[in-house]
């Protein structure tokens, strides 16, 4: 069992930054893959990037690629994702993931509110 704490939301300006990160509550080497979803308001969770540890291999949903950059610092147990250029259609709830298969885990979300 592991505990995933989202942080870093809150609300900014169109064309605005901010970085999210997930802290596990414990190491997160077991987990060859790690990403970070969205879900709207009426809309489906959707992912928006994942990373293995293999030479950190990375991949972007279409709707976020050149804008976001995901990374991960296994020795402090962390996932970050860091979101350029934001617009209001980023507008969600921010969750990390961990693992695969029938046994993952999913922290609690960040709100990310992209508005004039």
């Known amino acids: 069992q592991v505990q995933l704490v989202e942080s870093g939301g809150g609300l900014v300006q169109p064309g605005g930054s901010l970085r999210l990160s997930c802290a596990a509550s414990?190491?997160?080497?077991?987990?060859?893959?790690m990403g970070w979803y969205r879900q709207a308001p009426g809309k489906q969770r959707e992912l928006v990037a994942v990373?293995?540890?293999?030479?950190?291999?990375?991949n972007y949903a279409d709707f976020v690629k050149g804008r976001f950059t995901i990374s991960r610092d296994n020795a402090k147990n962390t996932m970050y994702l860091q979101m350029n250029s934001l617009q209001p259609e980023d507008t969600a709830v921010y969750y990390c993931h961990a693992g695969t298969g029938p046994r993952d885990y999913w922290g609690q979300g960040t709100q990310v509110t992209v508005s004039s």
């Open positions: 414990r190491s997160i080497f077991s987990f060859y893959v």
């Open positions: 990373i293995t540890i293999g030479g950190g291999s990375t």
